[in-house]
């Protein structure tokens, strides 16, 4: 079919739509991510197919379609980081690259037939629940209306590249690039380059560009821990045995799973295994790097596992290359031929790379959203999200989230955190369907009761003991992690207890 056959079609479909014609959807899903492709897949597993997937842009991936930076891999271990249900035994490393991660996101694509349920170009710009009829209406932007009986928000917390508030931003004459959208045209050879930065992304990048600019200027503003990543190449035989007897492969995962899930006590709560992991990553720093001043501009001043924990074998020889330098002068503003530092030096370069992370929605929400009786969730996040289980809001019946409020892990892989939400999700939406109910709504009593736990437990963890990170709001509060081990999340996500929910 050609493009424009398609653009008319889905200019029909669209009006069709907005006179209120089209029966709705049973389910859709925002965002064509590894959470809005995962729940498709089981709610195909479960036999709901009357699926629509709504995805902003023109490929399927989220984050690992955005984030090509030269170096972007995961840090955590490929056979940990992916689905149970869909192991891979051709990963060729043990952290895989990005590309790697989005050839294995398509090839979901193509072994579970996800194509046809997805809508490319489709940017959703507010959701509400109409009450009356028992559906959940999506307005796009450009027009046009997408309904379904059960939404599922799937647009992943960092989807959004954040560009800081820096005075003179816009007065640089010079290319800027953010990590997340990454500008693969421009040749970094023999330029000038700052990045501002040092997380997860910076870590990453930072050894990749020093081998090609003519000089590197690495702007910290604050040191991170950082252990060791001990990646490895994936030989041919451990691949063909995983393919022969994929229980091995699930027995490496386990023991992955779990040596991850040790890692809790010292990165969650303050143990003696967190003085140990701070001495391990200390004595990484003092073999790594030998000039004591660098040594001490690079020491954390907070304890480990309050901001993420980096990963990385070849940062701190990077940092020390003859072509690098760091620099930890607060950053005044940003002038047209570069950087100007607190203590008055211009640092001048051509491109600026801003590893500045993303605008993670701690509070508010990502588009409108409007439950029973006009209710905003934006309104009532505002001052910090909260949900039951991290996947329901009072209110708001019939809508779920992955990755929502207090779901995010420290120690563990995402995908375990996600697939559990999945299955929880899957039986909500099953007991919608099966029971022909209108309204799934959970009970804002049970949700006050799970989110005076999660902050009672909060209080006395690692993220909550004085860094700032952007897990915490600007007043502190934690609207990102869940306070416990993987192992306690996933029993908790096994239950579906239909009396914490009003059914209507
Ligand atoms: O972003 P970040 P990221 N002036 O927000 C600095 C995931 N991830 O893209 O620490 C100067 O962590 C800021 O400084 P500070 C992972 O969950 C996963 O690196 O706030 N500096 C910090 O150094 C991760 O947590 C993988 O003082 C400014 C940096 O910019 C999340 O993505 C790989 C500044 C931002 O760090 C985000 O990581 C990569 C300013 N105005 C990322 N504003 C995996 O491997 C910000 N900074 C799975």
Redesign the pocket.
């Known amino acids: 079919m050609s493009p424009t056959a398609v653009t008319r079609k889905t200019a029909a479909r669209r009006s069709r739509a907005a006179r209120g014609k089209v029966k709705p959807a049973d389910v859709l899903i925002v965002g064509a991510g590894f959470a809005g492709l995962g729940t498709a897949i089981r709610l195909l597993a479960a036999g709901i197919d009357n699926i629509v997937i709504l995805e902003r842009g023109s490929e399927v991936g989220g984050?690992w379609r955005d984030?090509s930076y030269p170096g972007?891999?995961?840090?955590?271990p490929s056979n940990l980081?992916s689905f149970s249900f869909a192991q891979n035994p051709q990963w060729s490393r043990g952290?895989s690259g990005s590309g790697e991660i989005l050839g294995y996101i398509r090839h979901l694509v193509a072994h579970y037939k996800l194509g046809r349920l997805i809508r490319f170009g489709h940017t959703v710009t507010g959701l509400a629940f109409d009450a009356e009829q028992g559906v959940w209406n999506a307005s796009l932007a450009g027009g046009g209306v997408v309904s379904a009986r059960a939404a599922v928000m799937a647009q992943g917390p960092?989807s959004n590249a954040?560009f800081?508030?820096?005075a003179g931003i816009e007065r640089f004459k010079g290319h800027k690039i953010h990590?997340?959208r990454w500008d693969h045209g421009y040749d970094f050879t023999g330029k000038r380059v700052a990045v501002?930065?040092?997380?997860?992304?910076?870590?990453?990048i930072i050894p990749e560009l020093v081998g090609k600019a003519a000089r590197l200027k690495v702007?910290?503003?604050?040191p991170?821990w950082v252990l060791p990543r001990l990646d490895y190449s994936a030989p041919d035989w451990s691949k063909a045995v995983f393919r022969r007897v994929p229980a091995t492969q699930s027995l490496v995962r386990e023991v992955m799973y779990w040596a991850h899930e040790s890692m809790a006590f010292g990165m969650i709560w303050n143990t003696p295994m967190t003085t140990l992991l701070q001495g391990v990553s200390s004595r990484f720093l003092r073999r790594q790097v030998r000039d004591p001043w660098m040594r001490r501009q690079l020491a954390p001043d907070f304890r480990i596992g309050c901001?993420?924990v980096l990963?990385s074998s070849d940062y701190y020889r990077a940092l020390q290359r003859d072509n690098c330098e760091l620099i930890t002068w607060?950053?005044a503003g940003i002038v047209e031929k570069g950087i100007r530092t607190s203590e008055g030096l211009e640092h001048q370069v051509d491109c600026i790379v801003?590893?500045?992370?993303?605008e993670v929605s701690k509070s508010g929400t990502p588009f409108p959203i409007t439950g029973l009786d006009g209710r905003k969730l934006g309104a009532e996040w505002a001052r910090g999200a909260q949900a039951y289980k991290s996947v329901n809001v009072a209110g708001y019946p019939n809508l779920f989230m992955t990755f929502g409020p207090n779901s995010?892990p420290g120690h563990n892989s995402?995908l375990v955190y996600m697939e559990s939400q999945i299955d929880y999700i899957v039986r909500g939406i099953g007991t919608i369907l099966r029971q022909d109910l209108k309204q799934l709504d959970v009970r804002a009593e049970a949700q006050v009761r799970y989110n005076k736990g999660i902050q009672k437990r909060l209080a006395t963890t690692n993220w909550n003991s004085g860094c700032?990170?952007?897990y915490l709001t600007e007043d502190g509060y934690n609207a990102t992690m869940y306070p416990g081990f993987a192992t306690q999340f996933k029993r908790q996500m096994k239950t579906f207890a239909q009396q914490d929910y009003r059914a209507l």
């Open positions: 984050t984030n972007a891999a995961c840090d955590i980081y952290y960092l954040s800081p508030d820096i990590s997340a501002i930065g040092t997380g997860a992304s910076a870590v990453q702007f910290q503003r604050t991170a901001k993420r990963m607060p950053i801003f590893a500045t992370g993303f995010g995402a700032k990170s952007w």
